[in-house]
T-cell receptor, first 115, second 115 residues
Framework: DTGVSQDPRHKITKRGQNVTFRCDPISEHNRLYWYRQTLGQGPEFLTYFQNEAQLEKSRLLSDRFSAERPKGSFSTLEIQRTEQGDSAMYLC?????????????FGPGTRLLVL | AQSVTQPDIHITVSEGASLELRCNYSYGATPYLFWYVQSPGQGLQLLLKYFSGDTLVQGIKGFEAEFKRSQSSFNLRKPSVHWSDAAEYFCAVAPFSGNTGKLIFGQGTTLQVKP
């Protein structure tokens, strides 16, 4: 068990560029979550997957954001036409089951800075 | 709307002193309750969780938390703080209904430990 990994750890981009982040969950975890954390705030839920199915998207996830989890393994989060307001830490978490009391295991996050 | 409040944004305690971090939630029913810790450059790590049974739960690193239904609170405690406990602490709830498992976080409490 190597834990949840995220790549890249840091990303600096210019406004208007597209960026893609990757999350590799713990093996055989069928739930995968994306959260966003801005400075001085707690993480905010963005979306989650049950295997390859995306089951819920937050209103925070504008149409510039898209997430996928092909084959129910790793997941990608893409932001198109980045804006300065997208600057944040993007966290990925996975859990072994769909039970709400289940522990979510978090990755180290990808810190995005949009100039 | 469901919400989590951590009234103390920043707390400073001396090493060896006791610690209590406050958490209040707003929800129609008893949700699942969690405390996570985030150290710089690290992902969030679960300290403890409550979903039923004994209202005093024990966690890792010597932490405990008490669920008080009448006060809608889930305060985190530690009898003797160590310098390595300096970090950011997040209280979170997972709503009982809907089975999404998504977490709603408070804004966090930053703990500083004085030598």
């Amino acid at each position: 068990d190597t834990g949840v990994s995220q790549d890249p750890r840091h990303k600096i981009t210019k406004r208007g560029q597209n960026v893609t982040f990757r999350c590799d969950p713990i093996s055989e975890h069928n739930r995968l979550y994306w959260y966003r954390q801005t400075l001085g705030q707690g993480p905010e839920f963005l979306t989650y997957f049950q295997n390859e199915a995306q089951l819920e998207k937050s209103r925070l996830l504008s149409d510039r954001f898209s997430a996928e989890r092909p084959k129910g393994s790793f997941s990608t989060l893409e932001i198109q036409r980045t804006e300065q307001g997208d600057s944040a830490m993007y966290l990925c978490a996975s859990s072994p089951t769909s039970a709400p009391q289940e522990t979510q295991y978090f990755g180290p996050g990808t810190r995005l800075l949009v100039l | 709307a469901q919400s989590v409040t951590q009234p103390d944004i920043h707390i400073t305690v001396s090493e060896g002193a006791s610690l209590e971090l406050r958490c209040n939630y707003s929800y129609g029913a008893t949700p699942y309750l969690f405390w996570y810790v985030q150290s710089p450059g690290q992902g969030l790590q679960l300290l403890l969780k409550y979903f039923s049974g004994d209202t005093l739960v024990q966690g890792i690193k010597g932490f405990e938390a008490e669920f008080k239904r009448s006060q809608s609170s889930f305060n985190l405690r530690k009898p003797s703080v160590h310098w390595s406990d300096a970090a950011e602490y997040f209280c979170a709830v997972a709503p009982f209904s809907g089975n999404t498992g998504k977490l709603i976080f408070g804004q966090g409490t930053t703990l500083q430990v004085k030598p």
